[in-house]
């Protein structure tokens, strides 16, 4: 008995407890465990450091208020003991013990000091950026609050308020800095009855900026030109130093309201919109034939190699289907318009296509596709739509050919002052005697003495 005492004291010697053992137990429980555990494992690890931390930082700001346990601050503040407070974690709710601070007041009484870091916890303002990346990415709400620990309505209202907030943001940037060279337009159909209209830019570096949209029951005229005004009261400073460039697909709508505020911009047509009308009125025989010409056309340089490639195509077309190939004709200054410019083929593959707006239409269904009735009589859309188009722009970066975009401003520019002096030489010339004008008063009198006594002899027989 004596000797197997002394091995007990031996083992206990040489075995004592230590920190480092503590963390080797730590690991080789994680390592022996299955991935099922580890899991476990590795969430309760994660949660005591977050529980030593928030600790820490409640014990840091009460010795600053009331100086080390055993050498107390001579002030008005002292420990007051503990208390146990909860805090959200991912698992639920936790109990930790907290230090108390009281204040002594100047008529002797004592009052008990909020500590902001608490203050901070229990706000938990984070958690609006936790519920706004979950929702975002396809969770409901229910199981927002599950996860958080929080109810289903806890869960709506940090929705609210944190993805107004960014709406805010969005909306609330200055767009007069933005110099633009280039704007694309499309629609997204959130629902059957609900539209709403982007608009992304281009700048003179490359850079890709998502300016704004506007709701509307279509893509119509009418809402475009809302978006428009709404960019114009932002600042937007477009064709005002250059003319601009201006991407869309086959839509009229988009086209008339840009004639309306932009006269001079230059409107190209997406090529893949093209393409797909027109294997849509094709056989499905010549469609290999039609994306091989199209590409063709995409793929040269200037005003006379795209006049050559889209005679080839419109020659193929025509052959096919009469129809097909007069409605291609129609649409010539549009599919040639940026060609025309004589810029370099290196941004053909940016600007012959609505693809970068596409994307964001693509990422914006992913944030928005799990709602399944819209609310017209509240912001919801809004909200929606302003949080999909900053999650969008996070991951922009710079356009293909960006380094000759240079080249494309001066062929704006170029293009922007013949159609202004165009557009002036075109203007009649005013009249400025006064014998010019008594004429014209005269002609305006006879006009409308006609256009009385017309009826009057109608009348008369």
């Not at 920190?19 to 299955?34: D, H, I, K, R, V």
């Not at 830019?201 to 850079?207: E, F, K, M, Q, S």
């Not at 919109?273 to 040269?300: P, T």
Request: charged share 25%.
């Amino acid at each position: 008995m004596i000797g197997r005492c002394s091995d007990i004291a031996c083992l206990n010697k040489d075995f004592k407890p230590t920190n480092t053992m503590s963390e080797q137990t730590g690991m080789q429980a994680a390592a022996q465990a299955g991935i099922e555990d580890f899991n476990g494992i590795f969430q309760e690890q994660l949660r005591g450091i977050v529980r030593d931390g928030l600790l820490a930082m409640f014990e840091q700001e009460v010795t600053s208020l009331c100086g080390e346990t055993y050498r107390p601050k001579e002030g008005v503040y002292r420990r007051a003991g503990s208390e146990r407070v909860t805090i959200q974690t991912t698992s639920g709710k936790e109990l930790i013990s907290k230090r108390r601070v009281r204040e002594m007041l100047p008529n002797g009484l004592e009052r008990e000091v909020p500590l902001k870091s608490y203050g901070e916890v229990k706000r938990r303002k984070g958690m609006f950026d936790e519920v706004l990346e979950s929702i975002c990415h396809g969770a409901s709400g229910n199981g927002v609050g599950k996860l958080l620990g929080v109810s289903a309505s806890t869960v709506c209202e940090g929705w609210k308020v944190r993805s107004r907030e960014l709406l805010d943001e969005f909306r609330g940037r200055d767009l007069s800095t933005v110099d633009v060279v280039a704007l694309m337009v499309d629609g997204i159909f959130p629902s059957k009855d609900r539209c709403v209209v982007v608009a992304l830019a281009i700048d003179i570096h490359g850079h890709k900026h998502l300016l704004d949209f506007e709701e509307g029951s279509s893509e119509s005229a009418e809402v475009v030109k809302g978006l428009f005004a709404r960019l114009h009261a932002r600042g937007l400073q477009a064709g005002v130093a250059r003319g601009m460039l201006l991407v869309r697909d086959g839509s009229e709508a988009i086209a008339k309201a840009v004639r309306h505020f932009w006269p001079d911009a230059v409107q190209q047509e997406c090529l893949v919109h093209v393409e797909r009308g027109l294997c849509g009125k094709l056989s499905w025989k010549h469609h290999n034939e039609v994306v091989r010409r199209m590409n063709r056309l995409r793929g040269v340089e200037g005003a006379e190699a795209g006049e050559e490639a889209f005679e080839e195509l419109l020659e193929f077309v025509r052959d096919k289907n009469l129809a097909a190939g007069e409605s291609l004709e129609s649409r010539k200054d549009g599919i040639l318009a940026f060609h025309r410019l004589n810029v370099p083929a290196t941004l053909n593959v940016t600007f012959l296509s609505t693809n970068h707006i596409e994307n964001v239409m693509r990422n914006s269904r992913g944030t928005i596709g799990r709602v399944c009735r819209w609310n017209d009589k509240t912001d919801q859309l809004s909200r929606w739509m302003g949080v999909a188009m900053l999650r969008a722009q996070e991951g922009f970066r710079r356009v293909r050919g960006h380094k000759e975009l240079g080249a494309l401003a001066a062929a704006l520019e170029r293009a922007g002052s013949a159609a202004s002096s165009l557009r002036s030489s075109a203007a009649p010339p005013a009249r400025s005697s006064a014998i010019g004008h008594s004429e014209l008063a005269g002609e305006i009198r006879f006009s409308y003495q006609m256009s009385i006594s017309q009826p009057a002899e109608i009348l008369t027989i």
